[in-house]
Nanobody, 124 residues
């Protein structure tokens, strides 16, 4: 069982930056691939970024590539999402998730554990 807790969400202006954090309560954090997903009002949950458990691979949704960076600190059981040049379209609840799948995955079905989410609101 893995418990995930996101933090760092806020209301910001377009062009601002935010860093989301996700704390994992497990002694085997390094065995999980980690991902970030988001869900905007009235829309389905969508993939944002993922980081392999080994730390050697990352992938991003096209909509955030070049603006967002996912990273992890296995010593602290933390995963981060640095979000730069935020746009109104980035407004959503952001979730972190943990997967036992080898490699990186964009599919939400590959993630077994989910946090409660943190709200990011970007205004123009």
């Amino acid at each position: 069982q893995v418990q995930l807790q996101e933090s760092g969400g806020a209301s910001v202006q377009a062009g601002d930056s935010l860093r989301l954090s996700c704390a994992a309560s497990t002694r085997t954090f390094s065995t999980y691939g980690m991902g970030w997903f988001r869900q905007a009002p009235g829309k389905e949950r969508e993939f944002v970024a993922a980081h392999s458990r080994s730390g050697s691979s990352t992938i991003y949704a096209d909509s955030v590539k070049g603006r967002f960076t996912i990273s992890r600190d296995n010593a602290k059981n933390m995963v981060y999402l640095q979000m730069n040049d935020l746009k109104v379209a980035d407004t959503a609840v952001y979730f972190c998730a943990a997967s036992l799948r080898i490699g990186v995955s964009q599919g939400s079905d590959d993630y077994y554990y989910w946090g409660q989410g943190t709200q990011v609101t970007v205004s123009s």
